[in-house]
């Protein structure tokens, strides 16, 4: 199936989405240093990126009409910087906003459906209008604003228009949920917004595939039947005491169906230490040490039997932030950019081009492959269903 992949960044969502049977006919990218990554693993013979068509430039130099009646999905991360929590929080009054351009791509090209992420703080309560506003021109495309008319009186003219029933000319069918990674088998606390729309004219009926994984499953192994442990063959006096979660445990009646999440341990233990163990860590892509990880409020590292807390992209505090295993015996350093890759569900065979900082920058900012394969193979499914 013949896709469109915008604001591709280092290429998580691209990635997972190629995984699950989309072919993108063109890939879009402003960053020179995430084109640099894709570019580096297209040099790569069998890379998943090896045959993606990338331009380098600005979305909004692209002419989507000359797709009109070719794709089966426009998907992309428009960026998120105006409604990130670490951003300045400016949403429609940042000239970053690429929404307009998502959606300008959708009514042009007129895709059979659309995936599109953004952070949690798209969802705050401050936002709220303008969540409601994104959505509805995602619904209703061909709604487009006025000269001179401002985003909140197009906002009233689109609740409208939706509220008259009228589905005359392109609309979608959308789909939106915060999805939270970690409960999807991602190693990662991390919470993203996906809109997925499928076009109304093919009559379709979509939902949000079911959790697999659990913060319940992962307690009942560690605190139950202990074969968390047996698993990573770590001793009983190595094993880290919470007697809050062990009676949390104790309290549950039954063995959860769903797998355990999965942890910073379960996606790195198989790396050498690239502290302790540099000789051995140097023939793995991108796993060098980085000194001067320090923990301090607010950036205190992620338990090695947990899932990670969100991995930034390097502007909250010192660089990389919040990016830090916390070991067991209370130390933190920073993860390497192979494991933090790791945490992303990026395949080992896929490098990053830069210093540690720009590769932790895009890495910040990507979205999980395991998320958008997940998410992309229910709507390859359900596309197959119509054809």
């Known amino acids: 199936m013949n896709s469109i992949e915008l604001f591709a960044g280092a290429g998580g969502l691209g990635i997972g989405l190629h995984r699950a049977g989309f072919y993108p006919l063109k890939v879009v990218e402003r960053d020179a240093y995430c084109c640099d990554t894709i570019r580096e693993n297209q040099r790569r013979a069998g890379s998943v990126v090896a045959d993606w068509a990338l331009e380098q430039g600005d979305v909004r130099s692209v002419d989507f009409g000359a797709y009109s009646g070719k794709l089966d999905l426009i998907s992309g991360g428009p ?69 001179d008319e401002d985003w909140s009186e197009h906002h009233a ?59 319940e499953a992962l307690l009942w192994e560690q605190h139950r039947d202990a074969t968390y442990w047996d698993r990573h063959k770590v001793a009983r006096k190595d094993r880290p005491e919470k007697e809050a979660m062990a009676q949390r445990a104790l309290r549950m009646d039954a063995k959860p169906t769903t797998a355990p999440w999965k942890t910073v341990r379960d996606a790195i233990a198989d790396l050498p230490d690239p502290e302790h163990s540099p000789h051995k860590a140097k023939a793995i892509s991108n796993h060098r040490f980085q000194s001067g990880a320090r923990s301090y409020p607010g950036h205190t590292g992620s338990p090695l039997d947990e899932p990670a807390k969100t991995l930034k992209a390097g502007v909250h505090g010192v660089p990389g932030g919040e990016n830090m295993l916390l070991k067991p015996t209370g130390e933190v350093r920073y993860f390497t950019v192979r494991e933090s890759a790791r945490l992303q569900t990026f395949p080992d065979d896929y490098v990053f081009h830069g210093s540690w900082s720009e590769t932790m920058r895009q890495l910040g900012n990507a979205v999980p492959v395991r998320l958008a394969e997940m998410v992309g193979k229910d709507v390859a499914r359900r596309l197959r269903f119509a054809a």
């Open 79 to 147: 960026p998120c910087q105006p409604f990130s929590m670490g951003g300045k929080h400016k949403a429609y009054d940042d000239a970053r906003d690429m929404f307009p351009e998502a959606i300008r791509a959708v009514r042009e090209a007129q895709p059979k459906a659309f995936v599109f992420e953004n952070v949690k703080g798209l969802t705050r309560a401050s936002f709220q209008n303008y969540f409601e506003y994104i959505q509805l021109q995602m619904r209703h495309p061909e709604i487009t604003a006025r000269p």
């Open 157 to 215: 003219r689109l609740e409208q228009h939706h509220m008259s029933g009228s589905r005359e000319g392109l609309n979608y069918r959308l789909v939106t949920r915060l999805l939270n990674a970690a409960n999807h088998g991602v190693p990662q606390k991390r919470e993203r917004v996906l809109f997925v729309g499928f076009r109304e004219d093919l009559d379709l009926e979509w939902s949000f595939p079911v959790e697999t994984h659990s913060a």
